[in-house]
């Protein structure tokens, strides 16, 4: 996809109505449950939420929402041989999409073209749209939504970039004492992960959304979006488990990172 300029946004940007939940899956049969058990709790959370300020004023510190969020979960099993899909497909408000693009960025972007599409269709206005990725591999918190519509709203945040933490089941001793060394909590440190990240969908389509990439898809997006003069906060707040497997379905990736880079 060609980058744009990115528009800039307006002073107060409308209040997020719709969120594109996008999750690309190869060969995920064993996760991809768990992972969309996690984000229908997080819809959960956020819906609770609204029905709870149901009646108080909505603000621009995003307190009282008085209108429902809706939210779409989209699937995108590309290339998979084994029961992702179908597994997908059992789970509840899950759109699953088939493909065979053999590229995580082509595949992130078809779920987010998908679930935009979906979002319009029940009437949401495009610069009201949230997307929020992650990966099948993994699982969101239940105040994972919640916490990204507050920096959208208390921060001004065109971009949100989630920190991850490993599976430590997965890794040995050595690595998870590593892994602790270079995290402190309450310091995010702002490196940017495809399985916890959101934006607003007009600042990614601005940038040129994910493409084709089948690499570092998420960090191309958010240096472009943030050259642009988009405002890019990082955030603890809702941070994401994934897997600590250190063989991946794309070369290098996270898992690289743990296999290769973690004890370096």
Known sequence: MTSQPVTPQPATP???AGVAVVVPARDEAELVARCLASIRDARLLLAGRAAANGSAPDTAA????DEEVRVVTVVVADDCSDDTAAIAAAAPDVTVVETRLRSV??????????????LAELGVAPDAVWLAATDADSAVPPAWLTSQLDLADREGADVVVGTVRPDF??????????????????????????ANLGLRATVY????????????????????ARAAGA???ASEAGEVLTSGRQVGRTRGGYAGYLANDLLA
């Open 14 to 16: 409308p209040r997020i």
């Open 62 to 65: 995003g307190k009282g929402r």
């Open 105 to 118: 960025g082509a595949a992130r972007s078809e779920g987010a073209r998908v679930a935009f599409a979906r």
């Open 169 to 194: 089941a997965d890794l040995s001793d050595a690595q998870v004492a590593a892994w602790l060394s270079r995290h402190t909590p309450g310091r995010p440190n702002g490196h940017v992960h495809g």
């Open 205 to 224: 389509e601005a940038a040129g959304g994910f493409g084709e990439l089948d690499l570092h898809e998420d960090v191309e997006l958010v240096a472009r």
């Open 231 to 233: 405002v890019v906060v």
